[in-house]
């Protein structure tokens, strides 16, 4: 089985400022690691992706994450937040293999603050 | 445009009525889902087809019945409906299944949501 934690459902940040959204995985194998990005009344789209290589992925309006095993997380950072960021944003995982699900987190809703 | 579509955005029904949801992809994506969103941002999976053959069935009400025509289509008819429906569903797709897709099989692409509220 295959799990996501996302800590923090609501995280506020200023205009400008570190953004910083936790994620923490559980699986038995593996694991394939994205996140997504749902603005208001839209469908989610996919910000980045890790399979496997490069622990540190990078993915679109500035977002990267960092994948580390030991510490079973994949948290998402973008150096500087604007106010277009603000949304919802998922972390999923799943597993390479036959035909593996997409387990979701709960969301975090990210609050730009001018 | 390339994307996946759905049908109708918005549907407003009483209890007991019978509605369908439509969804179509035109990426030549071999795999396509049903995804349901409650009101607190939850995502679950209810259905999962791959070239038309019905492949994850999670715990849903046999109320639910997906069906897909072909590999471009994936529509969801709910009977019977209830306040507990009430939700917005997202049909989405992805490449496939299968090692050489790296991943890429389990990325999914989003419809824009069909919002149902049963009063």
């Known amino acids: 089985a295959q799990s996501v934690t996302q800590l923090g459902s609501h995280v506020s940040v200023s205009e400008g400022a570190l953004v910083l959204l936790r994620c923490n995985y559980s699986s038995s194998v593996p694991p394939y690691l994205f996140w997504y990005v749902q603005y208001p009344n839209q469908g989610l789209q996919l910000l980045l992706k890790?399979?496997?290589?490069?622990?540190l992925v990078k993915g679109i309006n500035g977002f990267e994450a960092e994948f580390k095993k030991s510490e079973t997380s994949f948290h998402l950072t973008k150096p500087s937040a604007h106010m277009s960021d603000a949304a919802e944003y998922f972390c999923?995982?799943?597993?390479?293999?036959?035909?593996?699900?997409?387990?979701f987190g709960i969301g975090t809703k990210l609050q730009v603050i001018p | 445009d390339t994307a996946v579509s759905q049908t109708p955005k918005y549907l407003v029904t009483q209890m007991g009525n019978d509605k369908s949801i439509k969804c179509e992809q035109n990426l030549g994506h071999d795999t396509m889902y049903w995804y349901k969103q409650d009101s607190k941002k939850f995502l679950k999976i209810m259905f999962s087809?791959?070239?038309?053959?019905?492949?994850i069935n999670e715990t849903v009400p046999n109320r639910f019945s997906p069906k897909s025509p072909d590999k471009a289509h994936l529509n969801l008819h709910i009977n019977s409906l209830e306040l507990g429906d009430s939700a917005v569903y997202f049909c989405a797709s992805s490449q496939g299944w299968g090692e050489d897709f790296r991943g890429w099989a389990n990325v999914l692409t989003f419809g824009a949501g069909s919002r149902l509220t049963v009063l």
């Open positions: 087809y791959n070239n038309k053959e019905l492949i």
């Open positions: 999923a995982v799943s597993t390479f293999g036959g035909y593996q699900k997409v387990t």
């Open positions: 890790y399979t496997t290589g490069a622990t």
